[in-house]
């Protein structure tokens, strides 16, 4: 598989930008109060992972516009002990910073919130990302920046775990060399063992 370099533009592909603007539309058509229950539903299904023995740092994202909020998994996470850092975009690419529930956070960029400047970095063993779109095979369509892709190349053996909601799922995503596969794909409907 192909590694992109940290600051390599990534290309974007006309057939992911309609993908992508589909799924978006069909998540931001979902009630709040329906996705308000299926982030709980989520937040069970992958505390039940069994991924959890390792006691590295768990990496998730703080949640925009309509995205599954990842927090009530990250607050069972901090209570049982597991360190936490959530992720910023530092000169073009993506770190990782310490942070635990209701420790500040700051506006980062891309309609973001991050931890501030200060805390320390960390390298996650597990990484929980959003999804515009995906498919069983494990491969995802973000935002187009190849953030997250980078990231897992570079961060070397990882568990990722994307979450979304069931109506963002499609056929196939137009998977490149450097896309990176999830290794688990969670909705509230079920939860996606792949590769």
């Not at 930008?17 to 069970?44: C, M, N, P, T």
Request: hydrophobic residues 40%; glycine residues 8%.
């Amino acid at each position: 598989m192909t590694t992109m370099p940290a600051d390599a533009p990534v290309t974007p592909s006309p057939r992911k930008a309609a993908l992508r603007a589909a799924a978006l539309d069909r998540r931001d058509a979902l009630e709040i109060d329906d996705r308000l229950e299926w982030d709980s539903e989520i937040a069970a299904r992958v505390l039940a992972l069994p991924v959890w023995e390792s006691r590295g740092p768990v990496s998730a994202y703080w949640p925009m516009r309509s995205e599954a909020d990842p927090r009530p998994i990250l607050e069972a996470l901090h209570d049982r002990g597991l360190p936490l850092c959530l992720p910023a975009i530092v000169d073009k690419h993506m770190i990782f910073r310490r942070w635990a529930p209701y420790e500040p956070i700051v506006p980062g960029g891309f309609g973001t919130l991050v931890p501030a400047p200060a805390e320390p970095e960390a390298k996650p063993a597990i990484l929980i990302v959003p999804l515009a779109a995906f498919d069983r095979r494990g491969y995802r369509i973000g935002y187009g920046k190849g953030y997250y892709d980078r990231a897992l190349a570079e961060l070397g053996p990882t568990v990722s775990i994307g979450i979304g909601y069931g109506a963002q799922e499609i056929e196939a995503v137009p998977d490149e060399p450097h896309d990176r596969r999830l290794d688990w794909i969670v909705t509230e409907r079920e939860t996606i063992r792949c590769g």
